[in-house]
């Protein structure tokens, strides 16, 4: 019996009202791609129209929460506020202790930023120890041995926002 991994939905919430910001960091992008490909596309299926969907993007994790906060920002005085927001961004161990710094500085900075935002901000930062996890979690490695971790945060967004939305 499959127990790890995200549970059934407890219904399936319609997307078709919420606008959503994705950022991205384009550092390992072929699995950039993939992770958002499958966000947008697990969005696309509960409801989001696709012209709600805002895509911007950064040069690495470490910045995306100073970019997502003023993404937020600049959507709102655009007159098109966000409903929900996902940083995503992929880090794969290397040979120095860089991995580690921003990992967890990213993690922490994406957790208190919904205080500072006010608004749901999906975790979609994978943090891997090597390339092949990292290309199984975008659901793009030979053996397609695990989903596309993007659907889930595509998933969660579109809860957050419809649960908890202003
Ligand atoms: O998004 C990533 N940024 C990475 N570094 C760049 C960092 O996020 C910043 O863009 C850079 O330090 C400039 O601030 C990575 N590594 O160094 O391995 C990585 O794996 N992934």
Not at 110 to 128: A, N, W
Request: charged share 25%; aromatic share 6%; hydrophobic share 45%.
């Amino acid at each position: 019996m499959a127990v790890k991994g995200l549970g059934k939905p407890d219904q399936v919430y319609d997307g078709s009202k919420i606008r959503v910001g994705i950022i991205h960091a384009r550092w390992n992008r072929v699995i950039i791609d993939a992770l958002v490909k499958g966000a947008i596309e697990r969005m696309a299926s509960l409801g989001v129209d696709e012209k709600n969907i805002i895509i911007e993007t950064v040069p690495g994790s470490y910045e995306l929460p100073w970019g997502t906060k003023r993404f937020v920002d600049k959507q709102a005085k655009l007159g098109e506020p966000l409903d929900v927001v996902i940083p995503i961004g992929v880090l794969i161990k290397g040979s120095t202790m860089h991995f580690e710094y921003i990992s967890d500085s990213t993690t922490h900075a994406l957790m208190s930023l919904q205080e500072k935002v006010d608004m749901p901000v999906i975790f979609g930062l994978l943090t891997c120890m090597t390339e092949e996890q990292a290309l199984a979690r975008a659901g793009i490695d030979e053996a397609h041995s695990m989903h596309n971790h993007g659907e889930d945060w595509g998933a969660a967004a579109v809860e957050m926002a419809v649960k908890f939305g202003k």
